[in-house]
């Protein structure tokens, strides 16, 4: 069998279409980004439910990104970053006097890319949010 | 090498049964581990904060489990109710070892 530098390129686009169709329907993730998430969950599948991320849609430093997370009913909240060198970010636990299960802080995202957060509620049921923040670094618009 | 230095906000006053919101920062550079020294080119050893816990009047009310994609000089906030007079009290956690605190009292009135 003989290929043209074509039918190279055609063959990696159809592998890239089937990657993506074995994809999860919650949002495509990386390996690492989802063996970071069924660590979490103890290997169930996160649905979808009531927490909100909030995210910059454009954040012009990734090296400190304000995010958000508010999940009435949460006992964690896990925030995962897609495409960052290591996936895990920060697992945050709330204890019985932290009334609104929410938190804030700054992290840093290496590109653009999805931010998830993961939520355990206290009946044991996983739900997850994934928001797309697009990253310019040095200012180059985007 | 900077100095590590906790910063919160806390207020001194509350009713009881408020629901308070506290921010926290604390100077610390988060060398990722990930970064390379300009002249020798090698890796510059991860030193991050990799816990936070704050808890009042030793009940643990928030707590977070840190990586290295946290900002440097980690900010954290949170809401909290206050039952009564009481201590927050503030922890942090270095890789090297060293633990950072601090601690702020709210009076009921």
Redesign the interface.
């Known amino acids: 069998m003989h290929f043209t530098r074509r039918d190279i390129g055609r063959l990696g686009i159809g592998a890239a279409a089937m990657a993506a169709l074995g994809a999860t329907p919650a949002a495509a993730m990386t390996d690492e980004t989802r063996a970071a998430i069924m660590d979490f969950t103890g290997g169930v599948e996160p649905g979808a439910g009531d927490i909100m991320l909030n995210t910059p849609e454009i954040a012009e430093n990734g ?3 304000p995010v ?1 997370v508010t999940c009435d009913g949460a006992r964690r909240i896990m925030l995962v ?1 897609d495409g ?3 996936p ?13 299960r ?8 290496a590109a653009t890319q999805d931010v998830i957060a993961v939520a355990e509620m206290e009946d044991g049921r996983f739900i997850m949010v994934a928001n797309t923040v697009k990253v310019t670094i040095g200012g180059c618009g985007g | 090498m900077a100095k590590v230095r906790p910063r919160v906000r806390v207020p001194k006053k509350a009713s009881a049964g408020d629901v308070i919101t506290i921010k926290t920062l604390i100077s610390h550079p988060m060398e990722s581990g990930q970064r390379k020294d300009r002249k020798t080119g090698e890796l510059i050893p991860r030193k991050i904060i990799n816990h936070f816990t704050a808890s009042f009047n030793g009940e643990v009310v928030f707590d977070a489990a840190i990586e290295p994609a946290v900002s440097a000089n980690p900010y954290f906030s949170f809401a909290m109710v206050v039952p009564e007079s009481g201590t927050v009290a503030f922890k942090w956690v270095d890789d090297d070892g060293s633990i950072y605190t601090e601690e702020k009292s709210i009076t009921v009135e």
């Open positions: 090296s400190t990104v958000d970053a960052n060198p290591n895990g970010v920060a697992t945050f636990e709330f204890g019985r006097l932290c009334p609104s929410s938190a804030a802080t700054r992290i840093r995202l």
